[in-house]
């Protein structure tokens, strides 16, 4: 008997309504290619309720004390630490990693989003002082308004919780559209959202696409706020659709990391931190280090080494405890990667491993989007395999020379989200962190993530900062008072 299908609908006021056009589309198990949930294909008249909703609960929870609002987010990510594995399995069907991976990392850092802003807004303190022979100034912070939180498929809950978070803690309210690829989570989140006692309309969920949804939240002129985690063409149209608006926009967009391996690194720490870089969650994560570059000495030593890690990496089921590369997110998504294998090698690359779906595969999974880790050397810098991002399990690993030539590499990029550097030399550390364009460098390790740190990116990875203090600006206006005498 046929499985019925699940069928998500909007959370508008705490209750879930379908779409006004009654209109939906499938969501895909990326792992067996099949559908498993009907998604809301929303309208602007489905963001119009939603605003509603969000605009009536703002009037009281933007005055609702930050004890009460902390106590609530507080109580949301004890509910999300309750229901772990369910929502990494529900991730890990729903996107494709490895359950593994939502277990430890995702849905756990979920929680973690919910329990530091909740922490944050309890201990805050303004700017104020004597204006002399005028009087006393103090700063005001406010909340905006009605913020919109689009977000992307890659990391559905953790990066959707890192928009959440914040803008309700600051006294917000919110009209959330997930990416229409990953729904899956942020529909089970409504339920804890409103088990832990936050007001109906203070969240609000909008499923669907970027042109239907996504655009409308974009345009409507009484939302003020757009925080934004994506591609970077996405990006460029939100910020020109948003702009003779004045929205205060903050803008997380792609990457094309370097990764810059020295001589004198601690060669075992180097390659098992660089299998991660390369080829954790199928290589979708904008932090992703997918441009390798190896100091010549200890080049193909480190090429060899990558490529025996890569081929003991297991592709496969990502129900399973010890896989650990589950499936690309779509079909689509599958395709563009498979397309810059092909491209390598007409640039003249090597595919030293993968670049291939995997063999062995069981039959449930034969229509699933798998790809085997990919290693490309032979390439230049000025190829679009090492320019573009890719955003799959692919890395190319380049020699260089000296440090002043790496360095001009690295940042040779219209990205500039992240970087991780390998050396045991502290003022070389000191050096070459100095002079990396990206918002993030990383020295000796990769993806600690520091919540209190601002995190973004420079050129065409990004507008804006969030993290500690930066969240708290984006998601607040601030108003100087003066009082005279
Ligand atoms: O992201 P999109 P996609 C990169 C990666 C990927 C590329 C495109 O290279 O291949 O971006 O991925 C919504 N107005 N990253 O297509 O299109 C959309 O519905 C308003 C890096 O998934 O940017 C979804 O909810 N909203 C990134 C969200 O925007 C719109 C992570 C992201 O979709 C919209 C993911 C519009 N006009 C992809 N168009 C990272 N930095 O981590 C789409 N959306």
Not at 43 to 62: E, H, I, N, R, Y
Not at 229 to 243: E, F, N, R
Not at 286 to 315: H, M, N, Q, T, W
Request: charged letters at 20%.
């Amino acid at each position: 008997m046929l499985k019925q299908m699940l069928t998500i609908n909007n959370f508008i006021n705490n209750e879930h309504v379908p779409p006004v056009s009654g209109q939906y589309f499938d969501t895909y198990e990326p792992a067996k290619g099949t559908p498993h949930a009907h998604i809301p294909d929303s309208t602007p008249a489905d963001v119009d309720l939603a605003f509603a909703a969000a605009s009536t609960a703002f009037q009281t929870w933007s005055k609702t004390p930050r004890a009460q609002r902390a106590a609530i987010l507080y109580r949301i990510a004890d509910l999300i630490d309750a229901r772990l594995d369910e929502f990494a399995r529900a991730e890990s069907k729903d996107q494709g990693k490895p359950v593994e991976l939502a277990r430890t990392v995702d849905i756990p850092r979920a929680a973690s989003n919910f329990r530091f802003f909740a922490g944050r807004i309890l201990h805050g303190v303004e700017e104020s002082g004597d204006l002399a022979g005028v009087g006393f100034s103090y700063v005001q912070r406010m909340p905006v308004g009605v913020a919109a939180l689009i977000s992307p498929w890659n990391l559905p809950l953790y990066l959707l919780t890192w928009k959440i978070a914040p803008c309700i803690a600051c006294g917000n309210t919110a009209i959330c559209k997930p990416s229409e690829f990953t729904s899956l989570t942020a529909y089970m989140l409504c339920s804890v959202l409103k088990e832990a006692g936050l007001p109906a309309g203070v969240v609000n969920m909008v499923f669907g696409t970027g042109l239907g949804a996504g655009q409308a939240l974009v345009e409507h002129p009484k939302i003020p706020l757009i925080s934004f985690t994506g591609g970077t063409v996405t990006g460029a149209k939100i910020l020109t659709a948003s702009a003779p608006l004045f929205k205060k926009t903050s803008m997380e967009l792609g990457g094309k990391n370097a990764n810059i391996v020295f001589a004198d690194c601690d060669f075992e720490q180097a390659l098992r931190t660089t299998v991660r870089s390369s080829f954790a969650n199928q290589g979708e994560i904008c932090l992703c280090g997918s441009r390798i570059f190896v100091e010549r000495p200890i080049y193909e030593r480190f090429v060899r080494g990558l490529v025996d890690e890569a081929r003991k990496l297991k592709v496969g089921d990502p129900a399973l405890k010890d896989t650990n590369l589950g499936a690309l997110v779509s079909k689509e998504h599958w395709q563009k990667v498979v397309g810059y294998v092909d491209l390598a090698k007409k640039e003249g690359g090597t595919i030293e491993c993968g670049g291939k779906r995997p063999e062995a595969l069981q039959p449930e999974f034969e229509n699933g989007y798998f790809l085997e880790p990919t290693i490309i050397t032979g390439l230049t810098p000025q190829c679009r395999v090492m320019r573009e991002e890719i955003f799959g399990p692919v890395v190319t690993i380049y020699p260089f020379d000296t440090e002043e030539e790496v360095v001009g590499y690295a940042n040779d990029s219209n990205y500039g989200l992240s970087c991780s550097i390998w050396t045991e030399n502290g003022r070389r550390q000191r050096r070459v962190a100095g002079a990396i364009q990206a918002g993030t460098v990383w020295v000796n390790t990769w993806m600690a993530r520091d919540l209190r740190m601002p995190f973004g990116g420079m050129k065409q990875s990004g507008l804006g900062r969030e993290g500690g203090n930066h969240s708290l600006d984006f998601y607040t206006e601030l108003k100087t008072i003066c009082l005279a005498d």
